[in-house]
Structures are given as C-alpha cells and as structure tokens.
C-alpha cells in the first residue's frame, strides 16, 4: 500500500488559471502537476498545482513573479 505523504496545493480561481500554471511550469521547468482539488478542500469540482512540500518555496516564489491568479495554498496529506 503506498504511503500518503505531505503535498502543497495551490488552487485557482478559474480553469484558465490552472492551465496557465501548467503552461508557466513547462515554459519554466517547474516540478509538479495538475490534479483535481481534494475534496477536504474544496467540493466543487476544479483543478490544483499538486507538488511535495519541499518544492514550496519554488512554486511560491514562480507565482509571485509571474503575478498567477491564485485562489488558495494548502498542505495536504496525499498518494
């Protein structure tokens, strides 16, 4: 059985938004992935940026600098 492990989650306001992310993220070589939101987040349906913990601060500082219209960051324990 895998072991759930710790993720951060940045969700977005609009599904445009999130394909914008995974557009910036391969433009830029950022780690991580789409997936849709947990639901201990969020009940609607929707996409997030899913990546470990440790790749916070890169995630963080590439949303900043881009200026990427974020709703939400959170921590997650996740497959």
């Known amino acids: 059985m895998r072991k759930k492990e710790m993720k951060f989650i940045v969700t977005f306001r609009s599904t445009t938004a999130a394909m914008a992310m995974e557009s910036m993220a391969k433009e830029t070589g950022l780690p991580g992935r789409l997936v849709p939101v947990p639901r201990s987040i ?18 963080r500082n590439a949303i900043d600098e881009k200026e990427a219209d974020v709703q939400g960051f959170y921590h997650e324990e996740m497959f």
Do not use: R
């Open 42 to 59: 969020s009940a609607s349906c929707g996409l997030c940026w899913m990546v470990p913990v440790d790749q916070e601060d890169t995630i």
